[in-house]
């Protein structure tokens, strides 16, 4: 049996052994352009859950654990390596509902409805990758339980481990891309290391030491922020633990009053971030009757000095609902000029992130809480940050809706395409399809000497890709942007719209432009944006 404190120091070691080894996993990504890389995303996910673990004590029961590691990864999920993880310990969590402690059978059972949430919650799983070698382990697993029967929890630890092990050789043959670069997949990888890491306090009592890197904001002592009296009410679909939705609020707020009434839970508390407490709320069932009502306006001096130390800073402070605004958006781009360019039409909250920095479904969903609107919608503008904002969405107070923008061009050409007249459906399909219109050039530069596609690439060469596929291998970023431009025209294209970055001069990117419309139809419309982007010299997109 694993007590539920062996529970919780197997996951802080598995946080922590990941951390130590993230840039190892990091170095297996195929793909050699600069990105929010697996082992990174991967660590930062779980070590999110890290804190609170740390404040339970030894008799906490298993599920309580696990509720918390799931609370924890669920906020702090980046990119999809981190939902999937993320997703996998929410359903581990669900298996172990009522569980003081973990036996083989709990153990079976919570590790296939950890694959099953995670396989549901991507829209084309690719086998070969961490489904795969978690999906193995759970179906070899189940059947030596149906085998065996009763089986030591450690020694079963033990199997799911060394399975995952096997399966993480195999994804090579299952994935060409893989066998090619001569590597296992990432995502497999960094959760073998993670379960490396809790087998390690399972079978040898030792605790991977170091490796969580937390930086946690203090607010200055002038800062001063608005306070909610937050009242809702939890209409129970799983556990009753009233106890715990208690600890959670005490945690973010003050004046604290959880009224259980078996199937529902009245509930209310002041604090700045009413958003983190309805998200607490909702790990334990369906919301009713919320009204959240400010106290306290920006600095005034009433805020006690306990307000300040229980309620976290945040970029994007609790906004209510206003009832006569229908709809509100959010995005995330990096770059001063492409966030002007996304106010300008229309977005209210953007979220700093993008290739190389993708945010957390805590991140995403703090953003969506500050739009105070009935209906929101999330431009994710990278597909690594999608299946986050789909979890932000999930777990917000109001309607919240992703548009599965890809790229920065796309995300912009669906603003354009938002009618106010229509419905919410409506504006989703008509944005969605905009998008799918949009043709994406980029050019950024190598972060690794690789073999790719053919192509013998070093670090700092310059990569032109077309819809993401890389096409040239350039020495000079207007070259190559050039190139790429000529490409990207089609019989069919009417504009084309550079959006250059914060280490392009104006003179390069008026260069660029110049040679670009020397080679491509006179009909084209050329535009120039100044995005000030990180890493991606240019932006190109083609309508």
Do not use: W
């Amino acid at each position: 049996m694993i007590t539920g404190a062996q529970l919780r120091d197997c996951i802080i070691s598995g946080a922590y052994n990941i951390s130590n080894q993230k840039a190892s996993v990091d170095e297996l990504n195929v793909f050699p352009v600069p990105d929010g890389d697996t082992g990174t995303n991967m660590s930062m996910t779980i070590g999110n859950a890290v804190r609170e673990l740390q404040l339970l004590a030894d008799d906490t029961p298993a599920d309580k654990v696990a509720s918390t590691a799931a609370s924890g990864l669920l906020r702090g999920a980046r990119g999809n390596s981190g939902v999937i993880l993320s997703l996998i310990f929410r359903g581990f969590s669900k298996g172990l509902q009522g569980c003081a402690e973990v036996d083989a059978s709990a153990l079976s059972r919570s590790l296939t409805l950890g694959v099953e949430m995670a396989y549901k919650a991507v829209m084309k799983p690719t086998e070969g990758t961490i489904l795969t070698v978690a999906r193995v382990a759970a179906q070899r697993t189940a059947e030596r339980i149906e085998a065996e029967g009763d089986i030591d929890t450690t020694e079963l630890f033990g199997f799911i481990v060394d399975t995952c092990r096997e399966t993480l050789a195999t994804t090579p043959d299952i994935l060409p891309v893989l066998k090619k670069a001569g590597v296992v997949d990432a995502g497999g990888q960094g959760l073998v290391v993670i379960f490396e890491g809790m087998l390690s306090v399972l079978r040898d009592g030792i605790m991977i030491s170091d490796g969580v890197e937390a930086t946690v904001k203090a607010p200055a002592d002038n800062d001063k922020f608005e306070i909610y009296h937050t009242d809702f009410t939890v209409k129970i679909s799983g556990s009753n633990d009233a106890a715990e939705l208690r600890v959670k609020l005490e945690a973010i707020g003050n004046k604290v009053s959880v009224d259980d009434n078996g199937d529902r839970i009245k509930c209310s508390v002041e604090t700045r971030r009413p958003d983190k407490a309805l998200r607490e709320a909702l790990l334990h069932g369906n919301i009713e009757n919320v009204t959240v009502m400010s106290l306290y306006e920006k600095g005034d001096t009433a805020e006690s000095e306990s307000e300040t130390a229980h309620n976290d800073d945040s970029e994007f402070p609790y906004i209510a609902v206003d009832p006569s605004n229908e709809y509100g958006f959010v995005s995330v781009s990096s770059g001063e000029g492409i966030k002007s360019l996304f106010e300008e039409l229309g977005v209210n909250n953007n979220v700093s992130g993008g290739q190389t920095m993708n945010p957390s479904t805590d991140d995403i969903l703090a953003a969506v809480q500050a739009t105070p609107a009935k209906n929101v919608f999330v431009l994710a503008n990278n597909k690594n940050i999608i299946m986050a904002a789909e979890q932000a969405c999930a777990l917000a107070d109001r309607k919240a809706v992703v548009i599965p923008t890809r790229t920065i061009p796309q995300g912009i050409t669906a603003m354009l395409a938002f009618d106010p007249t229509v419905g919410v459906r409506d504006n989703v399909v008509a944005m969605k399809d905009a998008a799918e219109q949009v043709s994406t050039g980029s050019v950024t530069f190598a972060a690794r000497d690789s073999d790719f596609d053919g192509k013998q690439i070093k670090q700092g060469d310059i990569l032109a890709m077309d819809n993401g596929k890389l096409v040239y291998v350039e020495n000079d970023v207007v070259t190559a942007t050039v190139k790429l431009a000529k490409k990207l025209c089609k019989k069919n294209t009417c504009s084309l719209t550079l959006i250059y970055g914060a280490d392009v001069s104006d003179e390069d990117a008026e260069n660029a432009v110049e040679q670009i419309k020397t080679k491509i139809p006179k009909n084209i419309e050329v535009s120039l944006i100044n995005g000030a982007q990180p890493v991606y010299y240019f932006y190109i997109s083609a309508e």
